[in-house]
């Protein structure tokens, strides 16, 4: 289908029914319920899981595929944010201007920041791009928010004012980010037994895009382009004595994984008109590193899973606090229970950094391929257990 | 006049002259080797040769062109093709992934944006590489990793891949370094095949004068950076300079 392989289409189908029924399937608990905390099925989790799914999906085309450890995609977001934001605030809410704006403008950064980063490789190459990620949040943060010049509006963050231009505005239209006079905060509640699911616009078009997105890394994947690319990793003295000039190739990945950031950044602003100079912040560049080899580095669907994985920990284990774990460990004897609470006390909250970190680096010692190899390896199992029982039951027959 | 002029090539290192005044003809459709005791400036010759050094002094042309001053990519483009001392193959890839990327380089040229076609519908590229592991007789390895081939097979595999471009000069830097005696006699006899059966020049750099003697049209031996004499394999043989320079004053 659409040109893939048997298998690849199997991938892209998979993606596709958990993105359309994700409400559901995140809302395995019902509404009052006391596991509904874990429940991850409300829009604004969802949009952050397919939003951060695109910008892992991108940064996977440069890391996975070339070995080009960025350490500066946040900025890329970021510069995609702030270029929605404006859109909303010159033209009007509806986002289609502010997400085509904000993949163009960051590719241009990608471009000029890769022209000169990947003049250098390894290290060096990951320092220099973390060099210009923190001059442009340096830039956002303070240098582009004076009152003779403000286009990033500073600490406050850039959002729409009354009195902005917004040309396009018409009365009847919604006053928050919309697609055509669809609201974004649109929300369809189903009441179904004691469970709430909620069917959220700004969601189903985030995961739209993302599957839209998806299906171009696969392609990219599977084309000549890819394979130079995975040749770039492998061995870039081969490739240069195969009369391959691998800076453009590099380049090329860097733009376009730049540009996936830069929609990822535009969709944030899309879902909630207001950009901020944290969201180009290290930390955040850090982030998608850790999607992308939690999930499976390289891989097809791994950075979409690390980037759930991440996103559901840090909005499920940090609103865990002490009065919940109270009352999970009512059971025990009063001094056993403040014991327990005492021992995981760190963990959640503030400490689901501690959790994220202590499972990375299992994942990193135990599955360097990520999820995705822990994946393969339980399938791999069972495959092993089904034909060792087949073979058990091949032997018993000719004894008969 | 050769397919590769090199005249009055110079390189120092610092304190160390590594090649002075080197001339070298090489001439079209022959195997050409280039000998010399360690530390005779073979290897620095060559990269020299490629775009991986710029030599101080002289120049070298390649088919009229000069080629000082080009990337390796350019070169390469140009007719050059480089096997390396040891193996340098696209280990993370499969054999016939492997043979599929010099075959892109010969279509599409240094750098190509072709990110939306499928690999699978290349069929150009497909047949032409599937009829180098063939002619390699690596077909039955496609699939396998690269990496974990024998070194032999890496070899042949390098090899293919460089004549998958058609490269009018082959340069071979100690192709048989670092191999069992079998694997070296196989990389020989592939190598008479190839000068045997196709339109190409050989410029080969080697230690192992059994490889050099069997293989050879003409050889140039290098010593202290600069050549000393260039001849035919017979007279080479018999030659007490050659001699002196290999094994010390009297032998």
Known sequence: MFGLDKRDTGVLIIVALLALFAPIILNPFPTDSAMAQFNAGYPDLMQKFVIFGIFAIGFNILFGLTGYLSFGHAAFLGIGSYSCVWMFKLLGYNVIPGIFLSILISGLFALLIGFVSLRRSGIYFSILTLAFAQMCFALAYSVLSNPRFNLTNGETGLQVYANDPQWFHRDGLPDLPHLFGLSMRATQKIQVGAWEFQFNAGYYLCALIMLVCFYLAIRIFRSPFGMMLRAVKSNQQRMNYTGLNSRPYTLAAFVISGMYAGLAGGLLSAVDPLAGAERMQWTASGEVVLMTILGGAGTLIGPVLGAGFIKYFENIFSKINDNVLHSWFAFLPDGMEDFMVFIIHPFIGKGWHLTLGILFMLVVIYLPGGLVEGGQRIQGWFRKRGTKTEAKAGKTEPAE | ?251
């Open chain 2, 1 to 251: 006049m050769g397919i590769l002029e090199v005249k009055n090539v110079g390189k120092r290192f610092g304190g160390l002259q590594a090649l002075s005044d080197v001339n070298l003809s090489v001439k079209e459709n022959t195997v050409h080797a280039i000998i010399g005791p360690n530390g005779a400036g073979k290897s620095t010759l060559l990269n020299c040769l490629v775009g991986k050094l710029i030599p101080d002094t002289g120049s070298v042309m390649f088919d009229g062109q000069s080629v000082l001053g080009r990337a390796p990519y350019e070169i390469n483009q140009m007719g050059i093709s480089r096997v390396f001392q040891t193996p340098e193959i696209f280990g993370d890839l499969t054999v016939l992934e492997n043979m599929m990327i010099p075959c892109f380089a010969k279509r599409d040229g240094s750098f190509m944006l072709n990110a939306m076609p499928m690999v699978s519908n290349q069929k150009e590229v497909l047949e032409r590489a599937e009829f180098m592991l063939e002619e390699m007789n690596m077909a039955d390895k496609r699939h396998m990793h690269s990496a974990s081939l024998s070194r032999g097979d890496k070899r042949r595999l390098e090899i293919g891949m460089c004549l998958s471009q058609e490269p009018r000069l082959l340069l071979l830097d100690e192709p048989t370094a670092g191999m069992a005696r079998a694997d070296t006699n196989n990389t020989i006899d592939l190598l008479k095949e190839i000068a045997a059966e196709r339109d190409i020049t050989i410029a080969i750099i080697e230690h192992d004068m059994h490889v050099v003697f069997s293989l050879a049209d003409r050889i140039t031996v290098l010593a202290q950076g600069t050549p000393l004499v260039e001849d035919d394999p017979e007279n080479i043989r018999g030659n007490p300079k050659v001699r002196e320079a290999y094994l010390g004053e009297t032998a």
